[in-house]
């Protein structure tokens, strides 16, 4: 049965497709047979990545399907050893679903309080209908200081969650990178590929401990 990872978003523009990407290149680097499934029918942002991703012939390849429900999903995951869910922007029915199925339920959020307030409030209502805190964790994006990403980690962690050790710096380049089908440790820059590539590699090593 498939490792099903789950990205949601209370909000758009913090990042859910992003490190969703990130981790199905990831996974597929690590030889590992992963499917995305772009739930989010309102944007298909990484149907429109993994198109680009595909016309560019980059490596590895990884493949991303449009989804209308859960079901649909996961009745496609047999053939694979993990499926990773880039959810519906911001909360929907769907959501509750998804994180009864997932293994492990990501949701990214930037440093300010605009972004995290709902965020927290929305794994609160997922702990509400008895989705254990053990599967949901914060990963903090789109951060623009190490004092920003201090503050952010602290008001998550005093709200009862954890939150993945590291952080993505807001850096123009990382959304370049993905315009081309790159992922964002697949940029240009060595120095900001090994920053992404530590922070998706603990999101990958969570995964397999909760996997």
């Known amino acids: 049965m498939a490792i ?3 990205f949601i978003s209370q909000k758009g523009g913090v990042g859910k497709s992003t490190l969703a990407r990130a981790c199905a290149r990831e996974l597929a680097n690590n030889q590992m047979s992963v499917k995305v499934a772009d739930l989010d029918i309102q944007q298909g942002t990484c149907i429109e990545w993994g198109r680009t991703r595909l016309s560019n012939d980059i490596e590895p390849s990884v493949p991303v399907a449009f989804y209308k429900t859960v079901q649909a999903a996961l009745a496609d995951s047999g053939n694979y050893d993990s499926l ?11 959501t509750l679903e998804i994180a009864k199925t997932a293994n ?5 959020s930037g440093a300010s309080v605009d972004d995290l307030r709902p965020a927290v409030k929305e794994f ?12 949901m964790m914060f990963i903090l994006n789109r951060i623009g200081t190490t004092a920003e990403e201090e503050n952010a980690r602290s008001y998550i962690q005093e709200a009862g969650y954890e939150v993945l050790e590291g952080c993505l710096f807001e850096k123009p ?10 992922s964002i440790t697949e ?12 922070l998706i590699q603990n999101l990958i090593n969570k995964i397999v401990t909760n996997g």
Request: proline letters at 6%; hydrophobic letters at 40%.
């Open 4 to 6: 099903i990872i789950a």
């Open 84 to 94: 990773v869910i880039d959810g519906p922007a911001r909360v929907s029915a769907a």
């Open 104 to 108: 492990l339920v990501i949701q990214p």
């Open 124 to 135: 609160h209502g997922l702990v509400n209908n008895h989705i254990p805190k053990s599967k």
């Open 173 to 182: 380049a990382y959304r370049k990178a993905q315009n081309l089908g790159y």
């Open 187 to 198: 940029t240009k820059y060595k120095a900001l590929n090994e920053k992404a590539d530590i």
